[in-house]
């Protein structure tokens, strides 16, 4: 894990245990409270409080079920004292769960009905323990400012949603995009190959005249195939196409990635490209090639645009057995079943992209995958083709970004 994710992890936790601290000081108060009043009434509101702290604790988990208890002992107790005319009062713990819960609620339930409906039911049942007070008048205060409280935690809520929902769309948006082009793109190389297969089949159909009886149904077999799928997949790649008319290409090749890094070069930062041995344009499938040479201008145009102060960049294209630990250990996480020493992989038989850029901190915007759309658009495309992807800091200060394919 690099010191930013680190970094993150730790303020998330802290986060939460302020959180918590802040409701357990509350709790205590209301335990003061109800130890000094020696009303009965007013116990009731600790119980809340209790389940309410419990259901904060457990809302990673059991956010509904936590939420759907503490309103339901809430408003239980609120009738409860109310019919009997009991003089109580709300809970501090009591009333601060429930707006924790209100933010969280409208941030992850799903769906956002389901979300409005809970945040809902939680103003009425903070209005409802308004009922636990005798004086009217401060009934009535007490209710206006639960309302007000309840308007900022929906607020912060709602808020935090719209973010995320915002987020998602983009992230879709970007995934929908490279999709698109991964589709023009495999449409093009598989194309290119079918239209060959249909071409000697029609050359070895005329020349095999000789013999219809021995090759000809096969080989019309043949023909007939490739056509059709051509056909299929045109038409199918022209509905994802739409009005696209750009230019069509079997693909990328080695040449291509070097001249792209010369370019790149000659604006700065420098560039050391390395083509490891035994790679060439034949080594590599054609779709592998051509997603390899989008991974490698997405890295370097991240070095041009979030890290202005790089002293250079190091790009280097090899075999692999594919053991490295921090990509495997993605690739676990995710389930996988590619794993180094499958005997379905030997040794030697992935290729792998690595691009460092030196001499500038990484930019904490795209220090994981969901950061950087960039990012997310060459995860799909790398996740696409059986490969994987990952992005970080190194040890040694570095921005690594790593592709990997089995062969």
Same mark, same amino acid.
């Given at each position: ?104 609620? +409208? $941030?992850?339930?799903?769906?956002? &009905? %389901?979300? /409005?409906?809970? =945040? ?5 049942? *903070? !209005? ?31 808020? +935090? $949603?719209?973010?995320?929902?915002? &987020? %998602?769309? /983009?992230?879709? =948006? ?5 999709? *698109? !082009? ?226």
């Amino acid at each position: 894990m690099g010191e930013t994710n680190r970094l993150v992890y730790w303020v998330k936790r802290l986060s939460e245990i302020v959180l918590i601290g802040w409701l357990l000081l509350l709790l205590l108060i209301d335990v003061l409270v109800v130890a000094g009043s020696g009303n009965g009434a007013t116990w009731p509101s600790l119980v809340c409080g209790v389940v309410g702290v419990a259901a904060v604790l457990w809302r990673r988990r059991r956010r509904v079920g936590g939420f759907v208890a503490l309103l339901a002992v809430s408003f239980l107790c609120s009738l409860v004292i109310g019919i009997a005319e009991g003089n109580g009062t709300p809970g501090l713990a009591e009333i601060g769960t429930l707006l924790v819960l209100t933010v969280g609620g +409208l $941030r992850a339930i799903e769906p956002v &009905r %389901r979300a /409005a409906l809970f =945040s809902l039911a939680a103003m009425v049942v *903070l !209005e409802a323990s308004c009922v636990r007070l005798n004086e009217t008048t401060a009934s009535v205060v007490t209710g206006f400012l639960l309302f007000v409280s309840w308007s900022f935690a929906a607020g912060i809520g709602a808020y +935090l $949603r719209f973010q995320q929902e915002r &987020r %998602r769309e /983009a992230v879709e =948006s970007v995934r929908r995009a490279e999709r *698109l !082009e991964l589709a023009r793109e495999l449409h093009d190389l598989v194309a290119h190959h079918i239209t060959g297969i249909v071409v000697q089949a029609q050359a070895a159909k005329v020349v095999a005249e000789r013999k219809p009886e021995a090759v000809i149904p096969s080989l019309e077999a043949i023909a007939g195939a490739g056509a059709d799928a051509l056909t299929s997949m045109r038409r199918l790649v022209s509905v994802l196409r739409a009005q696209d008319e750009a230019t069509r290409s079997p693909g990328s090749t080695l040449m291509d990635m070097r001249t792209m890094v010369e370019r790149f070069s000659t604006a700065g930062p420098q560039v050391a490209f390395d083509i490891g041995q035994g790679i060439t344009d034949g080594t590599v499938a054609p779709e592998v090639m051509t997603t390899l040479h989008r991974v490698l201008q997405e890295s370097l145009t991240n070095v041009r645009r979030h890290a202005p102060g790089t002293g250079w960049v190091e790009v280097d294209l090899r075999l692999t057995d594919g053991s490295d630990p921090r990509v495997w250990a993605k690739s676990r996480r995710a389930g996988n079943g590619w794993e180094p020493g499958n005997p379905e992989n030997p040794a030697g038989d992935a290729v792998r992209l690595r691009v460092r850029n030196y001499g500038s901190a990484s930019d904490v915007r795209i220090s994981h995958l969901g950061g950087g759309f960039g990012l997310v658009g060459m995860a799909e495309r790398v996740e696409a083709l059986g490969g994987r992807l990952m992005a970080g800091p190194t040890h040694s200060g570095a921005w690594e970004v790593t592709a990997e394919f089995p062969l």
